[in-house]
């Protein structure tokens, strides 16, 4: 039935063809396929990836590194530094109700509903017996300044990540409302 003289079937010879374009054709297709935001094969580098300029436009300098960012961004501070500050918000209605918004939205499931340190991850850290969210009414929350407070949300402390990156500095402010609503005042 189709055998050659080398014991090679037509049928096998066929199959080692198609074999054989199914590779290639996988190759050919994965260098189609990106792995990143960037080009399949990058030949030009320096192309793609330098500052642009536009015709008849000076070369724009960078700003030295010691320069004062220009951009908006509320400065760093220590917790030294943010014990000194003051909540520049007042316990208004409307600032209440935003900030139990924003409680209800970002703490109450680490810290509970009432802010007693029970909320719904409480048991997870209590399995892997890690120290649990913390109370708000606890001393340890009460002899703290609002500044601290508001430092602690968006720097993070023990197991809690920081928010500074997610909660704006205002929205910080008004959780700490929250915060002295449901423990009560600070220092």
Known sequence: M???????????RRWGYVAMLVAVAALALGGCIPTGPTYPVDFYHEMHYTQMYRAYEPPRLAPPDEAVPTTGRAPRYTAAEAAQLRNPLQPTPANLERARALYRRDCATCHGA?????????AYFQTA????????ASERVRNRTDGEVWHYIGQGIGLMPPFENLLGEEERWLLVLAIREMG???R
């Not at 017996?129 to 708000?136: E, I, W």
């Open 114 to 122: 009432e802010g007693k340190g029970n909320g719904i991850i409480s």
């Open 184 to 186: 009560g005042p600070g």
């Open 129 to 136: 017996r890690a120290p649990t969210p913390v109370d708000f």
């Open 2 to 12: 189709g055998e050659r003289e080398d014991g090679v079937t037509m049928f096998g």
